[in-house]
């Protein structure tokens, strides 16, 4: 089946650093969704994206479908940052209608 | 926005003991979902709903059941808890399965 790999899966960053956070897949997907995950276990969505580039404040994200991977930006970071950030890729294969997730990259921003 | 909510954020049963997990959501949706979440595994779907009184299987399903009476309403039933059972247990709905939205999330812990 299909593989989600995120990487790195930890990271440390000062208060005011960028990050670059990835998640490549091994097949072609219908979709894909950034999730953070905030200390007290919400998961909170972050961006719905097939291809192309999103904008939301201080984070973007870009999926580069026919390369199947996809990048999440965190430009100046807060401590309201940390906490785990999941992708997950939708397959429609007939009735096998699931996400399938990454295991995560834990962030954690020091002040 | 979408609001789902959880019957509890944190829950503290014994072993054998029947369990109910209900959550609710405010928009309508067609599919709801639910996994469980533990260290180092991510996220595993253990049921989903497509329509009110329809359920299917997830990757792990033995051992809990679900029932939808209600569009807004799913719940994850564990029949006799078991130790292996505690878990952080995640409900989600969606409008068209692949964009999902999470509640807070409930911490069950089996004793």
């Known amino acids: 089946g299909i593989q989600v790999e995120q990487s790195p899966p930890d990271l440390i960053l000062q208060e005011g650093a960028n990050s670059t956070l990835r998640c490549n897949f091994s097949?072609?997907?219908?979709?894909l969704q950034w999730f953070h995950q905030n200390p007290w276990g919400q998961l909170i969505n972050l961006f719905y994206?097939?291809?192309?580039?999103k904008q939301n404040g201080r984070l973007s994200a870009t999926t580069v479908a026919t390369e199947r991977y996809s990048l999440l930006y965190i430009s100046s970071s807060q401590t309201t940052d940390s906490g785990v950030y999941f992708c997950?890729?939708?397959?429609?294969?007939?009735?096998?209608?699931?996400?399938?997730w990454g295991l995560g990259t834990s962030l954690a921003v020091n002040p | 926005d979408v609001k789902v909510t959880q019957s509890s954020r944190y829950l503290v049963k014994r072993t054998g003991e029947k369990v109910f997990l209900e959550c609710v959501q405010d928009?309508?949706?067609?599919?709801m979902f639910w996994y469980r979440q533990d260290p180092g595994l991510g996220l595993r779907l253990i049921y989903f709903?497509?329509?009110?009184?329809?359920?299917e299987k997830g990757d792990i399903p033995e051992g809990y059941s679900v029932s939808r009476e209600k569009k807004e309403r799913f719940s994850l039933i564990l029949e006799s808890a078991s130790t292996n059972q505690t878990s952080m247990y995640l409900c989600?709905?969606?409008?068209?399965?692949?964009?999902?939205?999470f509640g807070p999330g409930t911490r069950l812990t089996v004793t």
């Open positions: 989600a709905s969606s409008p068209s399965w692949d964009e999902q939205y």
């Open positions: 928009m309508d949706h067609e599919n």
């Open positions: 709903s497509y329509d009110v009184k329809m359920k």
């Open positions: 097949d072609s997907v219908n979709n």
């Open positions: 994206i097939p291809s192309g580039t």
């Open positions: 997950a890729v939708a397959l429609n294969a007939g009735n096998n209608r699931k996400l399938i």
